[in-house]
């Protein structure tokens, strides 16, 4: 009886899994397929991991070199202005109504500096005196 069970045993499997020609064929490309999916699947990853830390420094490298020129822009147009402002006569020009004279100055301090677009003095409210 444990020969017979057997017998159809291995007679099930013959007929589930008969090995002709084009199984053969299906199953060698099956296997193939299934290391190809496996390989573009793992480099995929790896790709898309490195790619996005290549990217990250990158936009980090590009952030610095512009962050240190800004930085120093504004370094020297801080250190311009403030030259400009050492000697405090905005009080004594406002005291004494001539805004006039200190446009005709400020005119002259944007014809020297390229780097400053508009000067302009205001009062406590905000209100513009001389532009």
Known sequence: MASGFAGNSSGLISRVFRWNVRNQILSVGLAGLV??????VYFYSFASDQLMTDSKNLIG???????NSIS??????????????RDDVFGLSIEFATTAELGEQFNRWLDGDPGFALLALIDVHGTVLEA
């Open 35 to 40: 290391v190809l999916v496996v390989a573009v």
């Open 61 to 67: 490298a590009i952030n610095n070199q512009y962050a």
């Open 72 to 85: 120093t822009t504004l370094a020297e147009r801080s250190n311009t202005f403030n030259g400009w402002i």
